[in-house]
């Protein structure tokens, strides 16, 4: 029902910054809410929640964080309400795997397990070099 959209993956060193984005589209072109979030996955890790915003407009929005990147990356919302970038300052090698954009329907909190959401980007590559 819902296609992502992600940009904005790429290969950097250790203390440089990348910005990612993810834009969710309806395919009947209808307007909804959406919690939207960025979850990580190295090679023989499991799939990782970073950060995750409540889009919804009665709330005003309330972002999530996983304790690995808290203070080093922010979520924040683009000009449309299904639009969220991710800014990763302060990269570390950890920070290396791919990023998946997810969403579901909009709630009152942010979801930070994978099985909560509903609709997943095809992921992007992020690698930090020592």
């Known amino acids: 029902q819902v296609q992502l959209v992600e940009s904005g993956g790429g290969l950097v060193q250790a203390g440089e910054s990348l910005r990612l984005s993810c834009t969710a589209s309806?395919?009947?072109?209808?307007?909804?809410?959406?919690?939207m979030g960025w979850f990580r996955q190295a090679p023989g890790k499991e799939r990782e929640f970073v950060a995750g915003i409540n889009n919804s407009a009665r709330s005003g929005g309330i972002d999530r964080y996983g304790d690995s990147v808290m203070g080093r990356f922010t979520i924040s919302r683009g000009s449309s309400k299904n639009t969220v970038h991710l800014q990763m300052d302060s990269m570390k090698p950890e920070d290396t795997a791919v990023y998946y954009c997810?969403?579901?329907?909009?709630?009152?909190?942010?979801?930070?397990?994978?099985?909560?959401?509903?609709?997943w980007g095809q992921g992007t590559q992020v690698t930090v070099s020592s």
């Open positions: 309806e395919r009947d072109g209808s307007s909804l809410s959406y919690v």
């Open positions: 997810a969403a579901k329907y909009d709630a009152p909190v942010v979801a930070t397990t994978p099985s909560h959401y509903e609709w």
